[in-house]
């Protein structure tokens, strides 16, 4: 994968969390929101500022070690027209963890990288992410800013082999070295990931865009990192498949965060 410019995980959050309020306003926080079956928007936000205040309060923590309890006080609106504005004040409550964090500190983390930076970058993709969602239930295209988008997919990618505590299928992606490649149209930018006997990973040794791949999936950096979760299956014309079907199909049931 090229190297991007750093993203600034912090500011991004509070960026994003505006974009989401600013979509809510007016709607019927009743609607369904189809890409998270059985919820509404009132729980979409829900649980985007839960996973705020959620991460926030890990920050102000330092954990060292998997947390025994999810106990956190949400301050939970009591009225249902309230959530847009307990959302802006989540995105306060991250602000201020941040504030008081410093992104190298050693922390433990469900994923890859054990430093507080994680819970940043974690943050920012599932208020993006859960953005998209309320965008899509409103009838909106969502537009996702393509370095974010980038950084997004990478961040995806990177983290999924430890996603297994909440994501138990993602321990069937296993195999004898097949090969799947995540490539952006829209910017120079693609992934070359191994599946093998014992999980599966980005191969950054020697993979380069020239290497071959069983199976290939390309799409703008937007539809691409919507794809991966799971968001760009009723849009499909937006991205391109190519090779092992079976291996694409193995993938797609085994990767949903």
């Known amino acids: 994968m090229t190297t991007q410019h750093p993203i600034d995980h912090r500011a991004a959050v509070a960026a994003e969390t505006t974009k989401f309020t600013a979509v809510l306003k007016g709607a019927d926080l009743a609607t369904p929101v189809p890409t998270c079956p059985e919820w509404t928007l009132t729980d979409l936000v829900k649980h985007a500022g839960s996973v705020q205040r959620w991460f926030s309060a890990l920050l102000h923590a330092r954990v060292q070690s998997p947390p025994q309890s999810r106990e956190v006080d949400l301050r939970l609106p009591t009225r249902t027209d309230a959530y847009p504005e307990w959302l802006d004040e989540s995105a306060s409550v991250a602000a201020d963890a941040f504030a008081v964090t410093e992104p190298d500190l050693p ?17 920012l993709f599932e208020t993006l992410l859960h953005r998209t969602d309320a965008e899509l239930a409103l009838g909106l295209r ?11 997919i990478d961040e995806f990618l990177v983290n999924l082999p430890f996603a297994t505590s909440f994501a138990p ?6 195999g004898t070295g097949e090969t799947l490649r995540f490539r952006t149209t829209d910017a120079n930018a693609d992934w070359l990931v191994r599946l093998r006997p014992d999980g599966f990973g980005i191969d950054r040794a020697g993979a380069t865009a020239d290497t071959a791949a069983d199976a290939t999936v390309q799409a703008t950096a937007a539809d691409l990192l919507l794809h991966l979760y799971g968001r760009r299956h009723h ?6 498949h190519e090779g092992d079907q079976d291996l694409l199909v193995h993938w797609v049931a085994n990767s949903a965060f």
């Open 235 to 240: 849009h499909i014309e937006a991205v391109e």
């Open 142 to 152: 969502p537009a996702i800013d393509r370095a974010l988008a980038v950084d997004g």
């Open 107 to 123: 922390m433990w983390a469900w994923g890859a990288d054990q430093h507080a930076r994680f819970w940043a970058r974690r943050m």
């Open 169 to 174: 299928k993602v321990a069937n992606l296993r």
